[in-house]
């Protein structure tokens, strides 16, 4: 068989044991799927550059961008399984076979996984063996070849075929491949639909959120400021930035949802979804911002999140004392270590159960997550959360510690400019160069902007609700043609004002000032 044909028939076969298996995985967890469990397993064990990289360049797609990356390895390496198994069949099954076995060893490496998470991996590559063997040596495979593999070398030369016989034989292999593709891609399409009906959209649709005994104030007047192109005070649940580990979002059933607050404490707690949304429930307005949040960058938001304070369930559980960490642990395995001292010092730490009104989105963790202002995420915002275990920094390293990043990251000073954006063509008069700045729990105290290195001009500050937000800022330019460099820096609530020099993000968020470049006719 000609190697364009049989690489097509292993791509094929790989896309009915991708597809088998996302269709099994509704049975035995979404995590369990071979292309979900081998992005996990790569998420957890990329060196953190090309991890960063991948932020970077994709941002909040990241994960969508690892899946596709992902696939078309694998469509390559199928492509050349299906050459080598034209010659021998056998090395066909044997690259089958590695197929299976990584996936469903990628499977049981996930958080929660039984013995039921290889069967995905499993059925999948039963299932593209079977279609391999019958592209190639069975039912499906071309007559022209199987006339070819039946001959004997001592047999006289067959006769010759028909004019045109060739290409027909072609075009129907061909639409056997793409008979089978387009089968495995409704049945992976299905079984992702099927996972999605068994979602917790449907529960989260039913939760009634009750009112706050302690409301977040009303945004002041003057929130807003007219500026096109500067971003809103509070950032809607769908435009809200979202970076994590999850290649699949967790659904958990509130129905089912449990915190245990225990490890180094007088009494352990456990609590129901019920148990939460009884307690007297606070709302804040709270600005979290990602540690891979580049200078300029847009892995930040604000929003008015509704929620249990975890001081007072801190004070109910008794922390011993040693215990200056409290890891939050996700129902997906993933950990973050906060300072105990950061939950009891008296800030807006909430058990959040609501965002801008609603039940937490799915995606932002619902039923429950942690919000606790000041700190990067990576530090405190624990997605999906199940667990919180006092313990001490010296005993456990949470999941982003041992790939490099600080035990502690609070939230450094920093600021932005929203508009004008980069390379922007202006009219010379008066423009409104504006942005937000933020440096949550110590508050903003004022931002400067300059053009080509000449001197500071103080910005105008729009009003905030506290200082646990980020504040919008505007300053009339008198722009004046030619191009033009504008660089802005923010001085916090304490006096601090932001470091000029440029560092990475790692290992405890970036540091210097954003700058644009533009041009005013």
């Known amino acids: 068989m000609p190697g364009p044909l049989a690489a097509l028939a292993g791509v094929a076969a790989a896309a009915l044991a991708l597809g088998l298996a996302e269709l099994v995985a509704v049975a035995t967890g979404a995590r369990s799927a071979p292309l979900v469990a081998v992005g996990g397993v790569v998420v957890d064990t990329v060196p953190e550059p090309l991890k960063q990289f991948a932020i970077d360049v994709f941002g909040v797609h990241d994960k969508t961008a690892l899946l596709i990356g992902t696939g078309v390895l694998l469509a390559g390496f199928a492509a050349v399984i299906g050459v080598l198994a034209a010659r021998r069949l056998a090395v066909g099954f044997a690259g089958i076979a590695v197929f299976g076995v990584v996936g469903a060893a990628a499977a049981l490496t996930r958080p929660g996984a039984g013995p039921a998470a290889v069967l995905p991996a499993v059925i999948g590559a039963s299932a593209a063996a079977l279609l ?87 945004l002041p007047s003057g929130a807003d400021p007219a500026a096109p192109g500067l971003s809103r005070y509070v950032t809607t649940n769908r435009d809200f930035y979202r970076i994590d580990t999850a290649l699949v979002v967790p659904q958990v059933d509130p129905d089912e949802w449990q915190l245990r607050i225990h490890g180094r404490v007088t009494n352990p707690i456990t609590l129901s979804y019920p148990d939460l949304l009884g307690m007297d429930l606070v709302e804040r307005y709270v600005t979290l911002a990602c540690v891979s949040n580049e200078v300029g960058g847009n892995l930040i938001g604000n929003a008015r999140w509704l929620g249990v304070p975890v001081r007072d369930l801190l004070v109910e559980a008794g922390p011993l004392p040693g215990a200056d960490q409290v890891v939050g642990r996700s129902v997906d395995g993933w950990t973050c270590g906060t300072p105990t001292e950061a939950l009891l010092d008296g800030r807006d730490a909430l058990l959040a159960v609501g965002m801008n009104g609603q039940p937490l989105p799915v995606e932002h963790g619902f039923p429950v997550r942690m919000v606790v202002p000041g700190l990067y995420g990576y530090v405190s915002a624990c997605k999906w959360v199940t667990e919180l275990e006092l313990t001490s920094f010296a005993d456990f390293d949470a999941y ?72 919008q800022w505007v300053w009339q330019w008198p722009a004046t043609s030619g191009e033009h460099l504008l660089q802005v820096r923010a001085t916090d609530g304490t006096g601090a004002t932001q470091p000029e020099l440029r560092q990475p993000v790692a290992p405890d968020g970036a540091t210097g000032w954003h700058s644009v470049r533009v041009t005013v006719q």
């Open 132 to 218: 391999l063997w019958a592209l190639l040596a069975g039912p499906l495979r071309p007559a022209a070849a199987a006339s070819s593999s039946a001959a004997s070398p001592a047999e006289p030369a067959p006769a010759p075929v028909r004019p045109g016989a060739g290409t027909a034989d072609r075009r129907r292999f061909l639409s056997r491949v793409g008979v089978s593709v387009g089968a495995a891609l409704i049945t992976g399409a299905g079984g992702r639909w099927l996972a999605q009906r068994r979602g917790v959209a449907t529960a989260r649709s039913a939760v009634t959120l009750p009112a706050p005994v302690d409301a977040a104030p009303p």
């Open 400 to 471: 982003w510690v041992p790939r490099g990043w600080a035990a502690q990251g609070p939230i450094k000073t920093q600021s932005r400019i929203d508009t004008p954006r980069v390379r922007a063509e202006l009219s010379a008069g008066t423009v409104p160069v504006a942005g937000v700045a933020w440096a949550p729990h110590r508050g903003i105290s004022g931002v400067e902007v300059r053009v080509d290195d000449g001197p500071w001009q103080q910005a105008e500050l729009a009003p905030a609700v506290s200082a646990d937000t980020w504040v």
